[in-house]
């Protein structure tokens, strides 16, 4: 007994389907992609870490809850000290004699046209120093600031900060190198308040600071600030990550990281120091000792007071420490010319906002930006930012949880009022689902534009590889589990000649098995049934394999499994194969009621399979709907389970486009291509 095509309604037609819970999104949704720097281009962890994920999922929520429904932003983080830094370092070498305007506006557009090699397609993709971009952007960080210094969680506070006596100037962050103070951290590469790892700390926690100007030590001077008084929203925030774990759809390794820095005040002495520690430990304020991991003693304090005074005593009798992970104050502003620059407040005037908590509200200053770009008002960004009826999800690297966790987390609870709730109310912003990503690594090691080990760039990738190919092997590789190496064999010099490329074994499940299985049905439909798919219900064996793989892609999804959707979807095209391989209706001699039965179960399979790897393959997948003739309602999940036959007003006179000899849906790259790889049918 055969089952009927479900009707253009779209709804699951066999029982086991009908028993399936269904994950529940949002009606509308905000993504974000990240912010990266204006000093360079992208290299290949931008794309493959942050970009590709970002790019898919949105795809994925356009077919899901329909394309007016979801905004996809990201942007140019153009200010900050690392522009400042490349900018004076390329005019010294003779590199570059344009102003620093001129050097992000470059490097702002070899962004945005990486992004679109990759077809990775924002709604906006911006630059937070640029035109009409930066106006929304300094007005939206005035409404911040004088917001959280309304409702008392701005909080002025004067500081050190270095100061190169030589030159006579004040140093910027990255015009301070040093060793990361924070406990555990091995990096070497740390500036003046965080490291090349993420880790923030106060600058004069830095270990053996020199300046980058003169090689000299600076002096440390006083400087007054604008900061957000996140130790106040302890209790707000160990409830939401609390709720988070509740939640069961976030990465555990998220949740984790951001209950760290819920951790009690804590110092740690190494143990080799336990005479000098034992000397001076009844002058140091109440606290808990006990032995941590490694070779330390941790001194636990109940508050950050008290482990300042703790700090001061040690520091006074030469006893080296670290300071672990703890809420601090979270700076808003700074000195840096090179700034947006922030409103005059109670006697302070002339800063600029630090980089980092402006790249924070940066997404939603680029949503007004979109908005008004579609004819809507700039005000339009709080319909999406503040309803709960929207999802908000950023996608980052693991490095960035803090900031996108516990201090925008901070910062966004701060704007209520002065009594937030956890319970955002309607026409609050809400809280972000972070979709942070594990390292990417290149050969086996952590890459980074200022390490020893350079990451290609990603537009060299495609000299080797197609766009989709890397987009379906940087969705495989699990970033959302564990950190993952990048192995291209044309840019490893280990490769050995008789292996093949990692790269290429999802773009194998492309390029071989997706691009076999639909040739072979046009190519069949070409020469048996006049270029028209034979007319027929789907076999209920069939209906049933595709309809469990729509629903676990569905699924992975929503988990952001992404490395399983690719799986999933793979383990249809392999089944469109094996079938195919034993009826082999491209031969004269199969039984025609056989041919018409497999080509008609087989295009239902290519159906569901050119769906499904639309998000995450779309210039092969644009390219099978085109030669299908059918129209963009063929992505709808609202119809996900109707069949081919739906899409066209006379599915038996509906004639496809003529597929050529040779022609591919998912081509090779041409440094891949050898003469026996093309045939016209498999």
């Not at 880790?199 to 600071?209: A, I, M, S, T, W």
């Not at 520690?277 to 006990?290: D, I, M, R, S």
């Not at 026409?427 to 990503?437: D, E, P, R, T, Y």
Request: glycine residues 8%.
């Amino acid at each position: 007994m055969s089952v009927p095509a479900s009707p253009s309604g779209g709804h699951p037609t066999t029982a086991a389907a009908m028993r399936r819970t269904r994950p529940r999104f949002p009606k509308r949704a905000i993504i974000t992609g990240g912010m990266p720097y204006s000093n360079k281009d992208l290299h290949f962890g931008h794309v493959g870490g942050v970009f590709v994920q970002a790019d898919a999922f949105a795809r994925f929520l356009r077919d899901r809850i329909g394309g007016q429904n979801v905004i996809f932003v990201s942007g140019t983080d153009c200010y900050g000290s690392p522009i400042v830094e490349q900018h004076r370092e390329m005019v010294a070498k003779g590199l570059f004699s344009g102003t620093i305007e001129a050097l992000v506006e470059q490097n702002y557009e070899l962004q945005k046209q990486t992004l679109a090699a990759y077809q990775i397609r924002p709604n906006l993709f911006a630059a937070s120093s640029i035109g009409r971009f930066r106006q929304i952007h300094q007005e939206m960080g005035r409404w911040l600031l004088e917001t959280l210094h309304a409702h008392g969680h701005a909080v002025k506070a004067t500081t050190l900060q270095f100061y190169d006596t030589d030159l006579g100037v004040f140093l910027n962050g990255r015009q301070v190198l040093g060793t990361c103070p924070i406990q555990g951290c091995q990096s070497e590469k740390a500036y003046a308040d965080e490291c090349s790892l993420g880790h923030q700390y106060e600058p004069r926690d830095l270990v053996n600071p020199r300046s980058a100007l003169t090689g000299k030590r600076p002096e440390m001077r006083p400087v007054s600030n604008w900061y957000v008084d996140v130790p106040k929203f302890r209790d707000l925030l160990d409830r939401w990550i609390q709720g988070l774990r509740q939640a069961g759809h976030w990465r555990p390794f998220v949740i984790s990281t951001l209950a760290e820095w819920l951790e009690p005040p804590t110092v740690h002495v190494t143990r080799d120091q336990a005479e000098k520690l034992a000397e001076v430990a009844g002058k140091l304020p109440p606290h808990a000792q006990k032995e941590g991991r490694g070779r330390s003693t941790q001194l636990v304090f109940t508050t950050i007071e008290q482990m300042e005074q703790a700090r001061t005593i040690l520091g006074e009798h030469g006893i080296r420490y670290r300071t672990g992970k703890t809420l601090v104050p979270f700076r808003l502003t700074g000195n840096l010319a090179w700034g947006l620059p922030a409103p005059d407040l109670d006697g302070l005037t002339g800063l600029t906002f630090w980089v980092w908590p402006e790249s924070l509200w940066a997404p939603i200053s680029f949503t007004a930006a979109y908005l008004e770009m579609q004819g809507g008002k700039v005000d339009d960004w709080r319909a999406w930012w503040c309803s709960k009826d929207t999802g908000i999800y950023q996608f980052i690297g693991e490095d960035n949880i803090y900031f996108y966790g516990i201090a925008q987390g901070a910062m966004w609870l701060g704007t209520q009022g002065r009594q937030p709730t956890l319970d955002v109310p309607e026409g609050q912003l809400q809280m972000s689902h972070l979709v942070a990503n594990r390292h990417i690594l290149f050969l086996d090691k952590k890459a980074s534009s200022s390490g020893e080990v350079k990451p290609p760039l990603a537009r060299d990738l495609l000299n080797f590889y197609t766009s989709d190919q890397l987009r379906t092997h940087f969705v495989s590789l699990g970033l959302g589990m564990r950190s993952t190496s990048f192995r291209p064999k044309p840019l490893d010099p280990g490769a050995k000649p008789e292996q093949g490329d990692p790269v290429l074994k999802e773009g194998n499940l492309l390029s071989n098995a997706f691009n076999r299985a639909v040739r072979s049905c046009f190519y069949t439909a070409q020469k048996f049934f006049d270029g028209r798919i034979p007319v027929g219900a789907i076999s209920p064996e069939v209906v049933e394999v595709c309809e469990k793989t729509i629903l676990d892609f569905e699924d992975a999804m929503f988990r952001h499994e992404f490395h399983n959707t690719v799986e999933i979807a793979g383990g249809l095209i392999r089944e469109i194969n094996q079938r195919w391989s034993q009826s082999k209706p491209y031969n004269d001699e199969c039984d025609p009621d056989v041919r018409r039965r497999t080509l008609i179960d087989a295009f239902h399979m290519v159906r569901v399979a050119t769906v499904l790897m639309h998000p995450i393959a779309p210039t092969g997948t644009e390219m099978i709907r085109e030669y299908l003739r059918v129209g963009e309602e063929f992505w709808s999940w609202d119809r996900v389970f109707d069949t081919v036959y739906t899409f066209m007003a006379d599915p038996a006179g509906h004639k496809l486009k003529t597929l050529e000899p040779r022609v591919d849906f998912f081509e090779k790259h041409p440094s891949q291509v050898r003469p026996a790889d093309t045939t016209q049918a498999d």
